[in-house]
């Protein structure tokens, strides 16, 4: 008697960079109708001003804002210190070219010095975080100034690790790519037409000279994003250790995810009533 | 039996019923002057405030008698001379409770003419991921079937459609239009198109070829807090078949001629229903059996 063929299912691997692969075409058609939408609909403003650091976020961001409003509402706004690269100045001036937005530069140099005067043994963070808010107070002053609404350019995976400066970066009222991972915001750069020179550079907070993201936060993006997406989906690190991803590197993920949900709310509030905001007194944003 | 239906995909002002109100109203005066092909006209979920409302349901929920006074009164001052049936979501209030829910309505010239003929009462209530409805509203209990002057329909709410089980009461009790409303935000950007329009597209044309009946959707459109609706509103045939979308995210009407005849001929083709029919004593006994079983375990 003829034995039977046996079919086995193959050995279950993921491949994380199909599953991070996004439909830039498509992405973009629903993120210019979110821009049109939460902000001429909803908020009834027509203008934006992108803070624009040369780096792919803010880039994109531009590219956007451009699409939804028409480059003649979108202003970029170049707010470099006395130790940014020049190279950051430059690309963001590419972006202003190449879309024809609306441009200002705003050294912020004096006004930071202004204060650190008083605090000369700040250390890199400290001022780095000095330098977010001060562009923060830029960003919301012009944006008054020009009726216009200040559009937030974080991705996802800063979001995740915590990569920000609390009440600064995350502070515009809307953010068209915060569910974007970092690998993602390459793929719709590069779809954007956004020039190649800044989708590849190693991206950076440029807070310090020669400063890199990856450098600083002890992993590619490629990688963190990859077990970003099995951590948040629910994944157990020894299983995402099973699809071949380092345990050091998972762990350290991990460690960044979970030592920063408090920067992706808003600020504790002592509970006293039954009406406390928030926790009974419930509204959407939009209401 | 052919029914001429039109579904609507707007975008509503949040938690503006009276405005809301005004633009279901437009709607259907662009209809009736247009002369559009609709004896049924449905909107989706939610339509008279936007879904997510958290706690301003207080604020934007209505009895059904003012819904119907409300339409009835703009309907007036350009009123056809055939009635008009209209399908809608709101948020309810209802014997002291509020509900995720949709009227069948049916417009006519002369205003103590316009009534309702059936109210449903969102069955299963999504509170996971983004959803909180259980939170808000209370959930209906019933999957009804009514007549209507075009025979038996139903309507469903959303995840009430996600369930096959509730699509088959529905058919078992004679529904032949299964009118479904919908606001379903936007996830997963991975493939040819959102990946929740896909899946409302095959739980839609599965539903219609399981039951041979037509399945008549209508989606909200509309960013709400950064979340998007859809749209992409979809009439399907008793064999599964698309017959007419709405545009993604866009503002649109879609219409269709839609024949009960072509119910008998799908059913002959793939009789499911029947199958379920006569299975449905031996169905039941073995739904006891688990109802039972689970109550039994939940005591121990």
Redesign the interface.
Known sequence: MSRLQVVTAPARTHDAEE?L???AP??T??LV??LR??MI??RGFHRAVVGLSGGVDSSVTAFLCARALGPENVWGIRMPYRTSSPESLEHAQMVIDQLGIHSRTIDITPAVDGYLQYEPDADGRRRGNVMARMRMIVLFDLSAALNALPVGTGNKTERLFGYFTWHADDSPP?NPLGDLFKTQVWQLARYLGVPEVIVSKPASADLIVGQTDEDDLGISYHLADQILYFLLRGYRVEQIEEMGYPREKILLVKNRLESTHWKRHLPTTAMLSTTSINDY??????? | MKIRVAVVQF?PR??DVAHNLDRVAETLRQIVEENLPADVVVFPETILSGY?????VRDAARTREQILQELSCRYQPFARAEPLDVVLGFYELWHGKYYNSALYLTLEQEPARCRILHTHRKFFLPTYGVFQEKRFVARGRTIEVFQTRFGAATVLICEDMWHSITGAIAALKGAEVFYVIAASP?RG??????GNVMKWQTLLCNMAEEHGVWVVNASLV?????K?FVGQSTIVNPFGQVVVSAP??QEAIATATIDTEEIAIARANAPLLADLEAGLADLLIEMQEIAEEQHTRDRQ
Do not use: A, S
């Open positions: 599953l692969r996004i439909n498509l992405v058609e629903w109708e979110f939408d939460e609909r909803r809307i007194y419930l509204r959407p944003v939009d209401y | 975008k949040k938690g997510f409302l958290e706690g301003g936007g950007f991975r493939g040819e198109n959102v509309g960013f709400e807090g950064g998007g993604l995210m």
